[in-house]
């Protein structure tokens, strides 16, 4: 059994440029979430997809956006990045919508520093 | 508004001993609380979870307990071991979830030698 695995791991990127992050669910997992962790923080929520369309959104503009594909392996995109998008990226997938029965599994990260 | 919080950013223990890490939290309608462990470049990991109609939930060498009176969550970590040096993290969860976990902002447990 694979966990979830994201790409790339540490990236550098310039104000108002644009990043897509991967990542690849847990075998078996139908959902996907997306947290921002700013140094020295616990993770935010970002949104979540569900059979590829969202489900769920926390306090995050419209320039951060989502996909996710048949195979459930899922994108997050980043528009017009800003300095403090600056942050550990974490992917959890879970078997299901999250009603809190299920547990999610994360991802080691991507690295986003925006300079 | 509301969040979930921790009272001490950095708890050092010594090996062997019982570690307690608290986690405070403000939202009512909270249903359900998790622990999770984050070492160094990795990704939370599940460590144990509590509904809010539990008081207490035993797992190997960890105890969450749950005080909805005072809105309080601890972690206990008995004959605390090296690889239990992490940062620890409480979360909650209400109504369907589709709001996502919310996170406290994290506990560095060091163990001492």
């Known amino acids: 059994e694979t966990g979830v695995t994201q790409s790339p791991t540490h990236l550098i990127k310039t104000r108002g440029q644009q990043v897509t992050l991967r990542c690849s669910s847990q075998s078996g997992h139908n959902t996907v979430s997306w947290y921002q962790q700013a140094l020295g923080q616990g993770p935010q929520f970002i949104f979540q997809y569900y059979r590829e369309e969202e489900n769920g959104r926390g306090n995050f503009p419209p320039r951060f956006s989502g996909l996710q594909f048949p195979n459930y392996s899922s994108e997050l995109n980043v528009n017009a990045l800003e300095l403090d998008d600056s942050a550990l990226y974490l992917c959890?997938?879970?078997?299901?919508?999250?009603?809190?029965?299920?547990?999610?599994?994360f991802g080691a990260g991507s690295r986003l520093t925006v300079l | 508004g509301e969040s979930v919080g921790l009272h001490l950013p950095t708890l050092s223990v010594q090996e062997g001993d019982n570690s307690i890490i608290n986690c405070a939290y403000s939202n009512s309608a909270s249903d359900y609380f998790i622990w999770y462990k984050q070492e160094s470049g990795k990704g939370p990991q599940f460590i144990i979870d509590?509904?809010?109609?539990?008081d207490k939930r035993q797992g190997q060498r960890v105890t969450v307990l749950l005080n909805k009176t005072v809105k309080h969550l601890s972690l206990q970590i008995a004959a605390t071991q090296p690889g239990d040096s992490a940062v620890y993290f409480c979360?909650?969860?209400?109504?369907?979830?589709?709001?996502?976990?919310?996170f406290g902002k994290g506990t560095h447990l060091i163990i001492q030698p």
């Open positions: 979360a909650e969860i209400s109504g369907g979830g589709a709001d996502g976990l919310t």
């Open positions: 509590i509904r809010s109609n539990m």
């Open positions: 959890a997938s879970s078997f299901d919508r999250y009603s809190g029965a299920n547990v999610l599994t």
